[in-house]
């Protein structure tokens, strides 16, 4: 026999180790402290090796995040194969859009990735702004920076809150929803809508904030932060976190790029891509912000990205709202943007124009164009086809959700059961853009 | 945890080009064409059959035999590195005479680059065909997939080529075609006799069973469907 202690478990509540390291809990120590692997208890069962099992997880899961169904391969509890299906909440979004005008296809773009609608709302009307070689105005830019900011910081709260929840904490959950309601409040103030906005307009928005706006919005950001601070004091060095985060799901820089991963997926697997700096649209690039990377590409480290780019929201607001512009929010261009009510009843000109953009819409010249924003999932492309008329030919939506989850066979495979949930929720899906 | 790796940097291939900004005043036609334009002209000659720069972005259209071949050099070649996939998909034209058009979006993430390659399909053609990109990027898997769901466009090369958004059984066609009633093909009675006619204890396919020995463990009527090629929901 050789001189094994009994084994110590210790529950350690920072989730490191003595040496530092991260460290799953219950753990054994040897004499000297250094971490020593736990010997199996004896079989009970007759010996199963060898013996696979199927299980089905979803589409009614309440881990799954929506309408997602994996079937599992299982031997023991460790994943041998995953199939993933999708497709149940397919409605023929793009299909729908080749029968709108481009205003009327923003309010689907609502409903896709609910949780960041002014986000996909200011990144079609980017994109169609191209189409109609139309620029925006410094107002309208800094007023768009302001809304993805707003809804990229919803997306991640609610990110978190789930995931939260997924692996066995609660009050993070209350703290983050707490917020997402003050920003909710904030779009309620402005847009009059608070889940599906649909605010932006091709040339424009459909209004300017309204007085003392931007001054509960600097409240906001004011105290945003806390909550942040907070939430990290209480899940980051959480042992139980830690233990069921650390070294999940790792994907390598090489495999993340190839299997087209972005946004925080990406950028946890230690590549700087994000589309706000490398491809710059309203005028990222003179924002001041960092671009958080991960270093180890697992669960953790996604949640430690997404809790920097929280921080990182707060300052691009900031910025926006120093620098904010006097001026006009729409495009001066009546082919695009309706006249205002009281001139298309008096004057004869504005009628005309009123008539022609509601009964026939703008029309952008033959051509396409495709333009990616950094949603909070990534990079999300709106690729538009125009043949001269009204209505786009083509209206693609590059799903960065469709993308990440589709590398899962991948990050499941080999691990337990339990952390397929862990995994799962890492990716941040909303099954509203993977069905589409 | 030693399986730490060193970040990657965007751009790292090009130090030398001005730093990334928002485009303005972008023209709707000519500007600047992509640099790798004139390395794949010279590389592959005839395979780009046609180039243009529409708002800013470089378009090839390219020949449809060499598609593989040129995907893979610009993703290999240490001058091009176009080492992330962003789409996959294909555009229909309202005019039935123009063919169809697949496209693909890359990026070359070291030299900060954006290309788009075109293949057209010729109208008539029994089978739609192109050679599939999996094996040059993992990514490409399900955007492949929807793509032959949606528009019936076959992928040559494809491990795995599967309806992935509508269900298997799924008989009305390809949903993006132009020739596809926005309502659907069948009526809504027949939509809903078909949905109440499917089976919902057989919800397995016999290839998922068959991977797992869960199989054998199935009652005898059930493995009987299954193995007279019974699939999901049917």
Known sequence: MATKRTIDVELATTGLDAHGRPQRVPFAVDESGAPVALEAPPALEPDLAGEHMLINLGPQHPATHGVLRLVLELDGETVVRCIPHIGYLHCGFEKIGEYRQYNQVIPWT??????????????????????????????????????????????????????????????????????????????????????TTTFTRVGGMGADVPDGWVDSLHAFVKN???????????????????????????MSADEAINYGLSGPMVRASGVAYDVRKDF?????????????????????????????????????????????????????????????KSKA????????????????????????????????????????????????????????????LSAIPKMVEGHLLSDVIAINASIDIVMGEVDR | MSTSFTPVVVGSAAPDTPAPATPRGVAH?????????????????????????????????????????????????????????????????RDPERPLEVVWHLRSLPFR??????????????????????????????????CFDMFGIRFAGHPDLRRILMWEQYKEGFPLRKDFPLRGRFSRS?????????????????????????????????????????????
């Not at chain 1, 109609?132 to 830019?141: A, D, H, L, M, P």
């Not at chain 1, 991640?156 to 692996?167: P, Q, R």
């Not at chain 2, 004139?38 to 470089?58: H, I, K, M, P, S």
């Not at chain 2, 290309?115 to 089978?127: D, E, H, M, S």
Request: hydrophobic share 40%; aromatic share 10%.
């Open chain 1, 110 to 195: 609502d409903r896709e990735d609910y949780l960041n609608s002014p986000g996909n709302n200011v990144a079609f009307a980017l994109g169609a702004e191209r189409l109609f070689g139309i620029e925006i105005t410094e107002r309208c830019k800094v007023l768009r920076v302001i809304l993805m900011e707003l809804s990229r910081i919803i997306s991640h709260l609610v990110w978190l809150g789930t995931t939260c929840i997924d692996i066995g904490a609660f009050t993070p959950f209350l703290w983050s929803f707490e917020q997402r309601e003050r920003v909710y409040k904030l779009f309620e103030d402005w847009i009059g809508a608070r889940l």
């Open chain 1, 224 to 250: 945003f932060p806390k909550t942040v601070a907070e939430i990290d004091r209480v899940v980051t060095r959480n042992g139980i976190w830690v233990g069921r985060c650390v070294g999940l799901g790792v």
């Open chain 1, 280 to 340: 710059p649209y309203l005028d990222y690039e003179t924002y001041d912000f960092d671009v958080p990377v991960g270093t180890n590409g697992d669960v953790y480290d996604r949640y430690l990205v997404r809790m920097e780019e929280l921080r990182q929201s707060v300052r691009i607001l900031e910025q926006a709202i120093e620098r904010l512009p006097e001026g006009p929010v729409n495009v001066d261009d009546h082919r695009v943007i309706l006249p205002p």
């Open chain 1, 345 to 404: 009843t008096s004057d004869m000109e504005s009628m005309i124009h009123h008539f022609k953009q509601v009964m026939e819409g703008p029309r952008p010249p033959i051509g396409e164009a495709y333009l990616a924003v950094e949603s909070p999932k990534g990079e999300k492309g709106y690729y538009m086809v125009s043949d001269g008329t009204s209505k786009p030919v083509r209206w693609r939506i590059r799903p960065p959700s469709f993308v990440n």
């Open chain 2, 29 to 93: 036609r000519g500007g600047s064409a992509n640099p790798s334009v004139a390395a794949l002209q010279q590389r592959f000659g005839n395979a780009v059959q046609q180039v243009d720069v529409v708002w800013g972005e470089t378009n090839i259209v390219v020949g449809h035999d060499q598609l593989l071949e040129i995907v893979r050099w610009l993703h290999d070649d240490p001058g091009q590195r176009y080492d992330y996939l962003s789409d996959v998909t294909a555009v229909e034209y």
């Open chain 2, 113 to 146: 680059r954006f290309l788009r390659l075109k293949v057209r399909l010729a109208r008539g053609a029994a089978v739609l065909e192109v050679p599939s990109v999996w094996s040059v990027y993992k990514g490409a898997d399900w955007l492949e997939r929807e």
């Open chain 2, 190 to 234: 027949e939509q809903l006799r078909q949905a109440l006619a499917a089976n919902p204890e057989a919800r397995y396919s016999k290839e998922e069973l068959s991977i797992a020995d869960a199989f054998e463990d199935l009652p005898d009527d059930m493995r009987r469907r299954l193995t007279a090629g019974e699939k999901t929901g049917e």
